[in-house]
């Protein structure tokens, strides 16, 4: 059980990505992997009651630029769906608005599965916040 509070390694991380983004920032991995690692850093600290929601813009910024080079990436459709119904869910337990972007992420997963409707992961994804939704209602 890590103890440790990693923001350190989470900044650290960012910065190894932006530093990878200016010799190829059309390398969409590097994109949505930097997105993933900013909403992961996010839903840390929403777990410890700390300010979340710029961790989550970033993340959704960078998931952005991802798609805006690759409008047929799957994965990170897929993952910026995750990022918006966690962040929905976050602040919905926390009795804020969140439907929008809730709706966001079921539209970013209908786009997943457009692009690979055989990826099990994103089906199994949307029903999890489905269901997760159903539950901080």
């Known amino acids: 059980v890590r103890t440790q509070d990693p923001s350190a390694l989470y900044e650290q991380a960012v910065a190894d990505y932006e530093e990878a983004l200016k010799g190829d ?18 839903a840390w600290r929403n777990e410890r ?30 993952s910026r769906g995750l990022a918006r119904a966690n962040w929905a869910a976050f602040r919905s ?10 709706e966001q992420a079921m539209g970013d997963f209908g786009e997943a599965l457009k692009l690979n409707e055989g990826r099990a992961e994103t089906w ?11 539950c901080t209602c």
């Not at 700390?50 to 989550?56: K, M, P, T, V």
């Not at 959704?60 to 459709?77: I, N, P, Q, T």
């Not at 337990?93 to 809730?102: C, K, P, Q, T, V």
Request: proline share 0%; with cysteine.
């Open 124 to 134: 199994m994804r949307r029903a999890h916040a489905k269901k997760s939704w159903e």
């Open 49 to 78: 009651g700390g300010d979340y929601e710029a961790l989550y813009r970033k993340a959704l910024l960078s998931f952005g630029e991802c798609l805006r080079r690759d409008v047929k990436d799957d994965e990170a459709w897929l």
């Open 93 to 102: 337990r926390r009795g804020d608005r969140a439907w929008e972007l809730f």
């Open 25 to 42: 920032s059309n390398r969409t991995a590097t994109w949505r992997e930097m997105g993933m690692c900013l909403a992961n850093w996010g």
